[in-house]
């Protein structure tokens, strides 16, 4: 259960089953779909666990049965995996605001990140940033997407040196207060403000 673990803590989409363990009493505090059973935290339902850092619950969201499909102009959330120069994929759990499980796989060209020049992707989207995107083609196998536009971009990121979330410096600039690092991406307008977007930020 520790990969699991670490895995809710850094808030990536992973799927439990009822009765799974999600954490211990001393760690967390149980939030809606789960139950407490001599200290240990599991889930009530079949869904994506969710923990928040600000009051250091673990809460499951139930996984919905009428789970959209990504079509060209959709708005998805999703989070960075690989990172090549060139190119980024991007594992969407969020469709038009809905969530959904299992992720789908898209991948961004360098030349769809932004309307600016970027000459490597790492200066854009680094492993494990959550991003707001426009599905390009979502007939693909992996879907293409697209995030020239100003709301589009990193809505959520963390230093790569210390871990600590970062804060926005500047246009296409964050910093990490922990250890002064300073980040390039490719952040949405509203970068650091989208917890309306995603339960969980
Ligand atoms: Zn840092």
């Given at each position: 259960m520790i990969s699991i673990k670490k895995q809710i803590i850094q808030n990536e989409p992973v799927l439990v089953f009822p009765g799974d363990e999600l954490g211990v009493i001393e760690e967390f505090q149980p939030g809606p779909y789960t139950y407490e059973e001599e200290g240990i935290i599991r889930s009530a339902v079949l869904g994506i666990p969710r923990f928040s850092n600000k009051d250091y619950t673990i809460e499951v969201l139930p996984r919905t049965s009428t789970a959209p499909v990504p079509r060209k102009g959709d708005i998805v959330i999703g989070q960075v995996g690989h990172t090549g120069s060139q190119i980024a994929t991007i594992n969407i759990f969020y469709i038009n605001g809905i969530e959904v499980f299992p992720t789908y796989t898209s991948i961004i060209h360098i030349s769809q990140v932004s309307k600016g020049y970027i000459s490597n992707m790492e200066d854009a989207y680094k492993s494990g940033d959550i991003v707001r995107a426009r599905v390009v083609n979502g007939k693909t196998i992996p879907i293409q997407i697209e995030?020239?536009?100003?709301?589009?971009?990193?809505i959520f990121s963390r230093c790569s040196r210390c871990g600590d979330v970062l804060v926005k410096l500047g246009k296409d600039k964050l910093k990490c207060n922990s250890c002064q690092r300073t980040e390039k991406r490719k952040t949405a307008i509203d970068y650091g403000r989208a917890g309306k977007d995603i339960k969980y930020f």
């Open positions: 995030t020239l536009d100003s709301n589009q971009g990193v």
